[in-house]
Each structure stands twice: as C-alpha cells, then as structure tokens.
C-alpha cells in the first residue's frame, strides 16, 4: 500500500547524518574576494582578513575597476598580501568574479568576503565552527538573529525579507537571511555546484543548489555595517527584482 505523502518514510540521508569534521591538520580556507571599484577599502579588508590567524588562501577578483582598484590588487599580489589575483577582462558582475574566485580556489572550505567592510571577518569563527565540526556543508552568516547591525534603511529590510520568505517556500528551507553575504561552505561542494549567474543572482542560485543538493546548511548571527549609498553601496531596487526572478528560475526551471 502506497503511504500517504505526510507519513512517508524519511529518506536515508533525514534518517542519519554523519558528523564529518575536517582534518584540523590539513585544512585551509579559501577567501573569495570579489572586487569592483573599492580602492578606499581594499587594503582595510585584507588587513582584517589576515589578522584572522586561520589557514588560508586569498583569491582576489577584479571585475575590470575603474578606480584604480586593479592596480592597487596587482602591487598587494606583488607584496604578497593576495595569493591569487584574477583580473577579468570587462565587467560581468558579482556572481561571475565569484565563480572564477571558486574556480581557482583550493581550500577544503570557501567564504565569500565583500571588499567594502560591511561584513567582518572577526565573524568567521562562529560561521566556520558548523563546518569544521562536521555539523553542516555550509553556514550563512544571518544579519537578522540579532547580531549587532549599524541602523539603516527600513525598505532594504522589508525587501530581503521578503526574498529570503520566498526563496524558502520554493527551497523549503527556513533561513532568515538568503541574501547575507557570509555563505561558507565546503570547498568541495561549492566547487561542485552548477552556478550561472553573474550579477547579484549569486545569492538565490547558490542557496537553491544548495537546497537541491540536500547539503546540510546552519544559520549563525553575524555583526553588519551597512553601507549609504554616498558611502559607494551599490545594490538597488532592480537588483531587487532582478533577485525575485533569480529565485523563480534557480528553483524551478534550472
């Protein structure tokens, strides 16, 4: 007798999953740094990324700055502050300089780190634990389970809650933050993902082949410091759209 969908057996991997923790004596972060005009940052954030006393490669992509951005990431990779360095050759966008960052990524765990200070890596720690101890395959770093956040735009809120509220009825998943910068995950998955966007769309891509891909995800609060948008943010209400129509096609047409 075939059982009703709301008793049906759970499947083997719902029934027991087994911790995997990583080899604390061979394992090494990958830090993607996606780039676009932030030479008022760059050096500030990779102070901050290596005074972050974990095993780690940086990789640094820049999405053909016009501030002189580029130029500053080649004297830091020349200095040694930036292991790899991917120059692409015309601006594609956020989702696309992170995947060539995955590309050439090494490191048994990865975490997307923005340039424009608004996520610190003092929050790695609490993000990366999950993974390290074989809990989780990737940790979102939440904006909104009450770390502390500079105050800003109301709207901005409404809308990510928006967009996390529905990319989770078509993940069934429960995040409270799809759209937080601070995704980690294991260098291997992630690697192994069939990403496509380029723009912003990163974030609902990633979260949905995730979902697919029936990795176990945690959710730890982060501390944010929001940018203005006279301080150089630069999402904005069509991405907005843009990342409603992301989560429609990632979910249920790719």
Same mark, same amino acid.
């Given at each position: 007798m075939t059982m009703p969908a709301s008793h049906a057996a759970p499947s083997p991997m719902a029934r027991s999953t087994p911790l995997t923790p990583l080899d604390m004596n061979a394992w090494r972060l990958s830090v993607l740094i996606p780039c676009y005009n932030e030479l008022g940052t760059i050096d500030t954030i990779l102070d901050r990324v290596h005074s972050?006393?974990?095993?780690?490669? /940086?990789?640094?992509?820049?999405?053909?700055?016009?501030?002189?951005? &580029?130029?500053?990431? @080649? +004297?830091?990779?020349?200095?040694? &502050?930036?292991? $790899?360095?991917?120059? $692409?050759?015309?601006? $594609?966008?956020?989702?696309? %300089? /992170?995947?060539?960052?995955?590309?050439? =990524?090494?490191? @048994?765990v990865v975490i997307v780190q923005d340039a424009d200070l608004e996520y610190t890596p003092a929050d790695w720690p609490v993000l990366l634990a999950p993974i390290i101890d074989g809990r989780a395959d990737a940790c979102f770093g939440?904006?909104?389970?009450?770390g502390p956040h500079r105050v800003l735009y109301y709207w901005h809120s409404v809308g990510n809650r928006f967009l996390t509220t529905f990319s989770n009825m078509l993940t069934n998943l429960n995040l409270t933050d799809m759209e937080t910068c601070y995704k980690a995950m294991r260098g291997d998955l992630a690697r192994s993902l069939?990403?496509? %966007?380029?723009?912003?769309?990163? +974030?609902?891509?990633?979260?949905? &082949?995730? %979902?697919?891909? +029936? %990795? &176990? /995800? *945690?959710?730890?609060?982060?501390? *944010? =410091?929001?940018?203005?948008?006279a301080e150089g943010k630069k999402i904005n209400w069509k991405d907005g759209i843009a990342a409603f129509w992301h989560i429609v096609k990632y979910n249920l047409f790719e």
């Open positions: 972050t006393p974990l095993p780690k490669e /940086i990789v640094c992509v820049d999405d053909c700055s016009t501030d002189g951005t &580029r130029e500053r990431l @080649q +004297e830091l990779k020349a200095a040694g &502050r930036i292991h $790899q360095l991917i120059l $692409q050759p015309h601006n $594609q966008g956020k989702g696309a %300089a /992170i995947r060539a960052a995955l590309a050439a =990524s090494t490191g @048994q939440s904006r909104f389970l009450g069939r990403l496509t %966007a380029n723009r912003f769309g990163f +974030e609902p891509e990633v979260t949905a &082949r995730l %979902a697919r891909a +029936e %990795a &176990r /995800i *945690y959710e730890v609060p982060i501390s *944010y =410091s929001g940018r203005t948008y």
